[in-house]
């Protein structure tokens, strides 16, 4: 009964090529996110999803593609990788309560070495 | 955009004793604040969070505070235990499709 959960968990690849990774949330959210998390450790946002409908997009390669087939799925398609794309990314969903803060349920991460 | 600061980059402390991180931001219009805590090798998880229209709240060995005026919150852990030796961030939001802005981190060493 995992609430969000992220495919693969490790990514090793080499330069130039072009991998995906799956997320997936039960937890009946409408809005999905996806976050870099480099060596430092700094958390990045990346994109945000509301029902399918992209919300966030931050200063990001456009080499970075999320797509959302429906409220429950954000994948993440990255082409051409670089020796700086190696990072954890972070799935997470939330409830957005209308005008207000709310809490982030963080998927697992998928730790992409890229060599 | 908001701009979250956060201090100390590390923490250590001896088991027992207290540590206090701090977090400021910079826009008045946020008003969620959560804490999150990430163990190595595993996600952020939700420690505990406060909204503006309440100045403390309290879950056990952590609470939390915050200063609207001034624009500032803190993290208080109690009685610290090993297990609580982690990474701890601070966020800043204010329902901007619950953009979160986080701090750079606090690694948190608690030594037996």
């Known amino acids: 009964d995992t609430a969000v959960s992220q495919t693969p968990k490790y990514l090793v690849t080499q330069m130039g090529n072009d991998k995906s990774i799956k997320c997936e949330q039960n937890l009946g959210h409408d809005t999905m996110y996806w976050y870099k998390q480099d060596s430092k450790k700094f958390l990045k946002i990346m994109f945000s999803?509301?029902?399918?409908?992209?919300?966030i997009n931050e200063t990001v390669p456009n080499r970075f593609s999320p797509k959302s087939p429906d409220k429950a799925h954000l994948n993440l398609h990255i082409n051409s990788l670089e020796l700086g794309d190696s990072a954890v990314y972070f799935c997470?969903?939330?409830?957005?309560?209308?005008?207000?803060?709310?809490?982030?349920?963080f998927g697992p991460g998928t730790r992409l070495t890229v060599t | 955009g908001e701009n979250v600061e956060q201090h100390p980059s590390t923490l250590s402390v001896q088991e027992g004793d207290s540590a206090v991180i701090k977090c400021t931001y910079s826009?008045?219009?946020?008003?969620?604040f959560p804490w999150y805590k990430q163990e190595l090798g595993k996600r952020p998880q939700l420690i505990i969070d406060?909204?503006?229209?309440?100045g403390e709240k309290k879950d056990q060995r952590i609470a939390v505070t915050l200063n609207k005026t001034a624009k500032h919150f803190s993290l208080h852990i109690t009685e610290t235990q090993p297990e609580d030796s982690a990474v701890y961030f601070c966020a800043a939001s204010w329902g901007n499709f619950n953009k979160f802005y986080f701090g750079s981190g606090t690694k948190l060493n608690v030594k037996p």
């Open positions: 826009d008045s219009a946020s008003n969620y």
């Open positions: 999803y509301n029902n399918k409908e992209l919300i």
């Open positions: 406060i909204r503006s229209n309440v």
């Open positions: 997470a969903s939330s409830q957005v309560p209308a005008g207000q803060g709310y809490e982030q349920y």
